[in-house]
Nanobody, 118 residues
Framework: QVQLVESGGGLVQAGGSLRLSCAAS????????MGWYRQAPGKQRELVAT???????NYADPVKGRFTISRDNANNTLYLQMNSLKPEDTAVYYC????????????WGQGTLVTVSS
């Protein structure tokens, strides 16, 4: 009943920027914690950043000072502004949300590919 749709990935040169979006839809009573994760082929999925309903944020060390996570609660949308991109940022980026409908759910998006060239 709940779906997360990600967009905004693409190919950029090192030092460039991208803005990812994640739109939640469906029968949603509330969305609590949201976050971005990333996974390169053959590697483990790793945390990028999280944001609470009240907008408290946490970032993984590799992206601190370069990425900014934000959310629009009125539109159930999550964002990730990525600046000063590095080749090691190349990965599929996934949106995750803790959602309450008639029950508690953890929902993942389909992922969007970010490729940073050197």
């Amino acid at each position: 009943q709940v779906q997360l749709v990600e967009s905004g990935g693409g190919l950029v040169q090192a030092g460039g920027s991208l803005r990812l979006s994640c739109a939640a839809s469906g029968r949603i009573f509330s969305i609590y914690l949201m976050g971005w994760y990333r996974q390169a082929p053959g590697k483990q999925r790793e945390l990028v950043a999280t944001i609470t309903k009240s907008a408290h944020t946490n970032y993984a060390d590799p992206v601190k000072g370069r990425f900014t996570i934000s959310r629009d609660n009125a539109n159930n949308t999550l964002y990730l502004q990525m600046n000063s991109l590095k080749p090691e940022d190349t990965a599929v980026y996934y949106c995750k949300a803790e959602v309450v409908t008639s029950q508690y759910l953890e929902v993942w998006g389909q992922g969007t590919l970010v490729t940073v060239s050197s």
